[in-house]
């Protein structure tokens, strides 16, 4: 297996818009290299575009947990809990990456309509 190449065509996938045809393609590649950051975040994205969400979230807290200034990560998880309805977990994540890049508007977004719903200002 060449998992270099794997990963380039679960990239392409990805990009293209084959969520589904990327998780084919990396699991076997987290499987095989555990310890591949890029991959794991890769099929987590994966996941949360085809609402795995469950997997999604545990690839995630992998993430976090190994790397707790992984901003990106942060953001990702508490987006995919966001969109699991639990505001109240996915904040704590959202403000720790906007906490680490508040340039980045994304963040800052996600961060205020969280605050917002856990507020009850819907």
């Not at 975040?41 to 992998?62: K, M």
Request: overall charge neutral; cysteine-free.
């Amino acid at each position: 297996m060449d998992l270099l190449a794997d990963y380039r065509r679960a990239t392409m996938f990805f990009e293209m818009g084959d969520a589904s045809g990327a998780v084919r393609l990396l699991e076997p590649i987290v499987e095989a290299e555990p310890g591949n950051s890029a991959v794991r975040q890769l099929l987590a994205r994966a996941y949360f575009q085809t609402a795995q969400l469950n997997r999604a979230e545990e690839q995630l807290r992998e993430l976090v947990d190994r790397d707790p200034s992984d901003h990106y990560a942060h953001h990702v998880l508490g987006r995919t809990l966001e969109r699991m309805n639990r505001p109240a977990d996915a904040l704590r994540h959202l403000r720790i990456a906007a906490a680490m890049y508040s340039t980045n508007t994304d963040y800052t977004t996600a961060l205020r309509r969280v605050e917002n719903r856990v507020s009850g200002g819907h």
